[in-house]
């Protein structure tokens, strides 16, 4: 079945912008520089500066954007890194892809970011770097967090996959730590039309390390220095993306009024979430929570509506993790039921929002009778 309304929709923001995003597109063909041209360095710049932050590093996805930041700061096999369980496997993928191991903490139930009252228990003489998730667009409780790495010494990671344009007192998200990964997957706030993903820094030495990383351990080119990998964003991703870069701020004021809208509709059916204060959540996705949330999914995908669990499992009870020790998770397991994202993206239409909330108002209805 066709869905009348899918959970998100990127095409419709691409359809918006064809005019600019085509002649984008034609200027590189045009340009007969297809790899780390002039799209990309100022892509990289404007994403940077955008953020408050000193220098940009393209890269190839998301994914390989926290495997190459990690590796700027040096972390290696027999390190830990500590993380939330509550979060895409890609974090926790690019952490192995360094040889080190995931350290899971576990999260606020309010914001379902990392809960940094839970960091300090799990710091060993291992222990090399914290990685927040500003998951679903909420900001993670960077004051804290910064202060426990601090007094550690430990790097701070910011993994801003679902979080651009998402401010914590001000900064924007991916500013406030040593190092930030963002995606620019195709459903993001700011999305590709492919895999794409950006290194935000304003350690010029990181900064140069991570260019060396993506393209083969070269300075020069040819002379490799160091292990390298192949990991480039490409000049058609960088200008497309340099075209919704300017449109990412009233996108995520629509999400914004979409998220007041459900607030005000669903609150008496399912619980909303929360937007903390002194934090600009960036809307990602908009999850509710409900204890009857696989028979209001069933049923809203009767009524044409669209929607995803993210995730149906936290990561360390997946195949790959369930034979490690026992973990003390108990917000992480406990919400992996209750969640639902539904339909969220700046061209939902009013009269979409109203589909998507008079159907839960009538799952609800249902069950009263
Ligand atoms: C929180 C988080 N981290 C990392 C990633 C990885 O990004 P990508 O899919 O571009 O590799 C994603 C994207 O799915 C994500 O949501």
């Known amino acids: 079945m066709k869905l009348k309304i899918p959970s998100a929709n990127p095409k419709a923001e691409i359809e918006e912008l064809k005019v600019e995003i085509n002649q984008a597109i034609n200027s590189v063909l045009d340009s007969g520089k297809y790899i780390l041209g002039k799209e990309c360095e100022t892509f990289e710049q404007e ?4 953020n408050g932050v000193k220098y940009g590093c393209g890269v190839s996805s998301g994914t390989a954007a926290i495997h190459l930041a990690l590796k700027a700061l040096g972390i290696k096999t027999g390190d830990e890194v500590i993380t939330v369980s509550h979060t895409a496997v890609a974090t926790t993928a690019a952490i192995e892809m360094t040889g080190a191991k995931p350290i899971f903490v576990d999260i606020s139930p309010d914001t379902f970011t ?15 770097a914290i990685i927040p998730v500003h998951i679903y667009g909420h900001p993670a409780d960077m004051d804290p ?10 790097y701070v990671l910011e993994d801003c996959a679902q979080a651009h344009g998402a401010l914590y007192k001000g900064k924007k998200v991916g500013s406030i730590g040593d190092i930030a990964a963002y995606s620019f997957y195709p459903t993001k706030n700011l999305g590709a039309i492919g895999d794409g993903g950006i290194i935000l820094t304003s350690n010029f030495g990181y900064f140069e390390k991570l260019k060396m990383l993506r393209e083969y351990g070269w300075k020069n080119r040819y002379i490799s220095e160091i292990h390298g990998f192949n990991s480039r964003l490409d000049e058609i991703q960088a200008a497309i993306l340099r075209v919704k870069l300017r449109y990412l701020d ?27 204060q002194n934090c600009f959540h960036a809307f990602h996705l908009y999850v509710i929570q409900h204890p009857k949330r696989d028979l209001l999914q069933k049923f809203l995908f009767t009524k044409g ?17 369930s034979s490690s020790e026992r973990l003390d998770l108990p917000i992480t397991e406990k ?26 108002m009538e799952f609800f209805d249902d069950f009263k009778t």
């Not at 639902?340 to 159907?359: A, F, G, N, R, T």
């Open 47 to 50: 994403f940077a500066d955008y």
């Open 114 to 128: 990392l809960d940094p009252n839970k960091i300090s228990e799990l710091i060993s003489n291992k222990t090399k």
């Open 145 to 154: 967090i910064m202060e426990i790495a601090k007094h550690n010494k430990l």
């Open 250 to 276: 009233s996108n995520n004021f629509r999400r914004h009024e979409i998220a007041k809208k459900y607030k005000k509709l669903l609150s008496p059916f399912v619980l909303t979430p929360i937007e903390k």
């Open 305 to 321: 509506v669209g929607s995803l669990v993210h995730y149906p499992e936290p990561i360390h009870l997946q195949p790959l993790y």
């Open 335 to 360: 919400i992996k039921s209750q969640i639902l994202s539904i339909p969220m993206y700046p061209q939902l239409k009013d009269i979409e929002i109203e589909v998507v909330v008079s159907s839960i």
